[in-house]
């Protein structure tokens, strides 16, 4: 990372009281380039350039900030489980230097990275705000401005105690998280969980009773594992269409490479009446695999068992994800596969809410 530019305000402040924001790349720093936009330089001052041109009562409650910038910025669609793996342990080498976090982040993939941190930085005892934009700084317009006040505003508010993403004035639980929309400026939703906080006006609300800040007391337990384990595709998302085959089933997980699967199954759990599909599941969990189902609708739970066409799932050792979204569960799976657990132990925690992701 680059050494950290102030804010105005900062030079006056213990930096322990301060924000530190970490720009990773993004739409929100991208300037036009011959092939299109891509990451622009300098983000520190176009950030501040961009937040003086907020009113004046807004800048005047912009908490104290530092940001830096990673070498290599990147979009966010080239984000790999070693890009969580490191923004973790820049928090975590960072943490108690710092009152609260903001990471920039491309809006394609930032959802999967709120989720990540979330499982990596179990305890937190403080706010992560992960923020982007879907119209770069400087465009007419943008979102930018706004999205970064609002993420600065909750991550200086103490009570905010684990990772959360802030998007067109609202605060949404990360591992709760989906990009819902490709052009919106209100591009993420929280379809199985309620805002755990919102803009109502100048003032910007948490709600401290949907937050993990009140179940969690003492020290952080952060487990940042080494994602190596897990960042050569060992872990792979199925989809479920009409007509799959057992076959083209097998052809993923038979792949010795493979060590887990999140399946996407239809409504609240079910699959064709194929026994041979059942039967590529059982043999891939016998094998020591660590299979999760979800659903493909973006509201409501799995419930594996409840119709015949689901039954058999869970003798297929196919884990019930619940109401999980798809980042929640498969960055659970590479978290869980990233660590030297036993498959039991594996399979207990997933089935265990851990960061209220389910
Ligand atoms: N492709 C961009 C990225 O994810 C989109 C964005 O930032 O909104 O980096």
Known sequence: MAMPPYSPLAESMPAQERILVIYT????GMQPHAEGLAPGGDFPTRMAAALSRLPLVQQQSLPAYEVVSYVTLIDSSAATPLTWQQLARDINDQLTAYAGFVIIHGTDTLSWTAASLA??????????VVTGSMLPLEAPGSDAMDNLHGALQFAAKPALQEVTIYFSGQLLRGARAIKQHSEAANAFASPNYPLLGERVGDDFVYYPSRGLGLQQRGAPRFEIPDYRLISQGEIVRIALWPG???????????????KGALLQLWGAGNLPDDPDLLDVLARASGEGKLLAAISQCPQGSVHLGAYAAGHGLSDAGVL??????PEAAFTKLAHLLAQPLTLEDQRQRFLTSLIGER
Not at 25 to 28: S, Y
Not at 119 to 127: A, I
Not at 320 to 325: L, N, Q
């Open 119 to 128: 499982y990596q930085l179990q305890g937190l005892d403080r706010p992560v």
């Open 320 to 325: 019930s994800g619940d109401a999980m979204t």
């Open 244 to 258: 799959i085959s057992a076959w083209q089933l097998d052809a993923w997980l038979s792949d010795t490479r493979v």
């Open 25 to 28: 790349g993004g739409t929100i």
